[in-house]
């Protein structure tokens, strides 16, 4: 829960992190045997890629805001639409190739790491840095979301509790105190703007990451670590990352919107995946190569749709 004000933020200004420490469950010897299966070069453009996706995910349902809070319904449609298939198709298909998901135990260790180094590392040092460079803004909501961090990492280490002793209960998530992604300029510049991005691809990855393992804890017959997942991914995107995007400057016009997502979609279509696929079929990765390729084809398209509605707005 952010105590953290929109109207008290010099607003002006947007971000990436290091995602956290991803999968480090090899401990949990179950269901891992995609990723056991490819090359490491393979295992890292996978998670390279998931980075972008959900990242693009994040950003195209902010840009689908601004399209509908200034009446352009088929922009706003056309990001929304756009924005699921980088979660559930191309992460999803990514996080299989990087065997992102293990056992429940291994999903819940693995985001107790996450958040503790989000509430313990991260945001404490952007904290200190965004003071140092005189941007109490970013300062005070760093500090605000580091608390949460330290929230999710207690219910998710309840969680873990539960599953080998049955008289304990997984605790409900926290709510949402859901940010408006308006449109802004960055309110912050230097490290701090950077260590904005670097917190928004964290938020991100985190949020697409999380409703993978809800869905396999609801698989299992834990609805209640299915629920605590999903309620916090809704806090990582809606109020983090948002909360982050305002100060960063995130969403411009429509436009302007139009053209990043363009330019994002082109980088990916033309460079990023062609390169994956042929890496991933040198190391003889051939099922991740077709993989990386059909994404490829489908951002080139994302480009062509994006394109065509900038020449209609
Ligand atoms: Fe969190
Ligand atoms: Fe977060
Ligand atoms: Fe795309």
């Keep these: 829960m952010l105590n953290w004000k929109l109207a008290g933020a010099a607003l002006g200004v947007i971000a990436v992190i290091a995602a956290p420490p991803v999968a480090a469950s090899a401990s949990s010897g179950s269901p891992k045997s995609d990723a056991a299966d490819v090359a490491a070069s393979t295992k890292a ?8 996706e959900a990242s693009a995910y994040a950003k195209y349902n902010a840009f689908a805001g601004q399209a509908a809070r200034t009446g352009e319904d088929t922009v706003a449609k056309l990001f929304t639409r756009t924005a699921k298939v980088e979660l559930y198709e191309h992460f999803a298909a990514e996080a ?3 065997g992102t998901v293990g056992t429940d135990q291994a999903n819940l260790a693995d985001a107790i790491a996450g958040e503790t180094y989000e509430a313990t590392t991260m945001y404490p040092g952007f904290a200190a840095q965004a003071t140092a460079d005189g941007c109490t803004v970013a300062a005070d909501l760093f500090t605000e979301i580091a608390a949460d961090e330290a929230v999710h990492a207690a219910a ?9 002793d049955a008289s304990v209960t997984v605790p409900a998530p926290q709510v949402v105190d859901v940010v408006t992604i308006i449109a802004s300029s960055p309110a912050c510049s230097g490290q701090t703007q950077t260590n904005l991005l670097a917190a928004m691809h964290g938020e991100a990855f985190a949020q697409a990451k999380y409703n993978l393992y809800a869905d396999h804890a609801a698989a299992t017959g834990h609805p209640a670590i299915a629920k605590l ?13 948002a909360a982050e995007a305002v100060l960063a400057g995130l969403v411009g016009t429509n436009e302007a919107n139009l053209k990043a997502a363009i330019a994002g979609e082109t980088y990916e279509a033309t460079t990023m995946y062609p390169t994956f696929a042929a890496e991933a079929k040198a190391a003889g990765d051939r099922a991740a190569a077709r993989v ?8 080139a398209a994302h480009a062509k749709a994006f394109t065509a509605a900038l020449h209609r707005v």
Aim: charged share 20%; hydrophobic share 45%; aromatic share 10%.
């Design 292 to 299: 990386f390729a059909k994404a490829g084809r489908q951002e």
């Design 156 to 164: 998710y280490t309840t969680a873990l509790t539960s599953l080998s």
């Design 96 to 98: 299989e190739i990087a």
């Design 229 to 241: 997942f999903r309620g916090t991914a809704k806090v990582e995107l809606l109020e983090h990352f």
């Design 45 to 52: 453009n996978a998670l390279t890629a998931m980075d972008g």
